[in-house]
């Protein structure tokens, strides 16, 4: 069915472009692997560089802004309230979203100095993800797998889930939010609200 | 006596926190409604009021006792001591891992089991040092829990108990088990033997907690509803380490919690 508000004009492109492009959502597990060890690269320069730490924290979060298909993961978390919530909520979570996840992803990463990386299996998934094996390595604590789910975004590869030891952050993260809808009438502001009381809690953690 | 008084204080807790928040179960959504319902099951937690509750408790207890103690635990004893314990109580399990691979047909987990047990009860010192890490046999972890879910034993309904954390009627009857199968149980003799099991149990208990300190501590401050996302990592993770697939890594003094802090070996050949 073709979009109402769609040029008609566009009822033509859009097949030609599916068939010009039909793998365009298909990741290449070689691409998607060397684009993880790339980032991965990156995140244990900036983790391991000297300063503050609220200059590594800034440094890891530019790398996971660049890397993370914040929009779509943010997305697929609201799942099916992002129906239901109106345009201005949508933007708001949007907003919300990406801040709460890369202020917790540097707050954690920016403490893992000394951390190593191995770079594991690189398996073409079904749903058209390729998932990267990594082992994550710290001095004095024990070594844990960390997979990295990556997508086809626009043509670039980015990472679209977390897998920590079996347990997958976006579908952790899913049923966390859906919960607090729930438990609060099924109203998207109350997390909102929440998500901005978190955002404050995180900032006076941080000192700033 | 101390524990039994503790105990009562936790039943008490239990009951006001039952009280305050409301009995009963949670709400079944309308058939009407199919997303909510799959997310009705996929929470999988018909009794969450009373869930919610016990985590309260469990939240009260860890705060002003068990942390504390995982903390002083952690201040006195140097890290190789740590480390050494910890060996000797997994080594100490090996018998009841080797049972869970042998029930659930994996050969080749069982043999490596058996050869860990045999070398680290010999060339590490009744299992002080962890040798057969270094000789190309990691540590894994099975419980009767899983056991269960191989043979298609269906979980149950979700359930968080205080002290022992989430779980569910599987996991639990696992446990009970795997209690009842280690040898050690059933050892008693004299003062001094029992002392020594009681020891086993509480540093058991206090390397657990310990080694969740940070995660534990990072998923109160990264989540709005610490409960929910617990619940949800609970059953991924139970999931993977169903169908061995724990990644490089499987901590093997099964702790019942769902964000385990790894593999007790950094250096493996993995």
Not at chain 2, 45 to 66: F, H, K, M, Q, W
Not at chain 2, 87 to 109: F, H, K, T, Y
Not at chain 2, 218 to 233: E, H
Request: proline share 6%; with cysteine.
């Amino acid at each position: 069915m073709i979009h109402p508000v769609l040029p008609r004009r566009w009822a033509l492109a859009l097949p030609l472009a599916l068939l010009a492009a039909p793998a365009s959502a298909q990741m290449d597990p070689g691409r998607a692997g060397d684009f993880i060890r790339v980032t991965g690269e990156e995140l244990v320069g900036a983790i391991n560089t000297q300063g503050s730490v609220a200059q590594r924290r800034e440094k890891v979060a530019a790398i996971l802004r660049r890397a993370v298909d914040l929009e779509g993961v943010g997305r697929f978390i609201l799942g099916r309230w992002w129906r239901i919530a109106t345009p201005e909520e949508q933007q708001q979570y949007n907003r919300l979203f990406e801040e709460t996840l890369i202020r917790n992803l540097s707050a954690r990463f920016g403490e893992y100095q000394g951390v190593r990386f191995t770079l594991g299996r690189v398996q073409a998934r079904a749903e058209e993800d390729v998932l990267v094996n990594t082992t994550v390595e710290r001095p004095g604590t024990a070594a844990f797998g960390l997979d990295w789910r990556v997508g086809d975004v626009a043509g670039q590869p980015k990472i679209v889930d977390v897998i920590a030891e079996g347990t997958s952050l976006r579908l952790t993260q899913r049923s966390e939010y859906s919960s607090i809808i729930t438990r609060n009438g099924g109203r998207v502001a109350s997390l909102l609200d929440a998500m901005r009381g978190q955002i404050l809690a995180l900032s006076a953690r941080e000192g700033g | 006596m101390r524990s039994t008084l503790l105990l009562t204080a936790g039943f008490r807790l239990l009951l006001l926190a039952v009280l305050l928040l409301g009995t009963g179960c949670a709400t079944r959504p309308p058939a009407s409604d199919p997303e909510a319902l799959a997310e009705y099951r996929e929470n999988n937690d018909p009794i969450e009021p009373l869930n919610r509750a016990s985590y309260v408790v469990n939240d009260g207890l860890d705060t002003l006792i068990i942390r504390p103690a995982a903390e002083i635990y952690r201040v006195f004893l140097p890290p190789q001591a740590r480390e050494a314990i910890r060996n000797v109580i997994s080594n100490l399990r090996s018998p009841v891992i080797m049972v869970n691979d042998a029930l659930q047909g994996e050969r080749q987990r069982f043999g490596t089991t058996l050869g860990r047990f045999l070398l680290n009860s010999t060339l590490g010192v009744a299992g002080v040092f962890d040798v057969a890490t270094g000789f190309g046999l990691p540590a894994h972890s099975e419980d009767f829990g899983q056991t269960l879910a191989v043979r298609g034993v269906g979980e149950g309904p979700y359930l968080f108990i205080p002290v022992i954390g989430p779980s569910n009627p599987r996991d639990l009857a696992g446990t009970v088990v795997d209690i009842a199968m280690n040898p050690l149980t059933w050892l008693t003799g004299n003062a001094g033997v029992d002392a020594a099991l009681y020891a086993r149990t509480g540093l058991g208990a206090l390397d657990a907690r310990e080694a969740l300190i940070e995660p534990l501590d990072q998923l109160r401050a990264s989540t709005i509803d610490p409960y929910a996302a617990l619940r949800s990592a609970y059953r991924q993770r139970r999931a993977a380490e169903i169908a061995n697939q724990g990644g490089a890594t499987q901590r093997d003094t099964g702790t019942g919690f769902g964000v385990g802090p790894g593999p007790l070996n950094p250096t493996g050949p993995n």
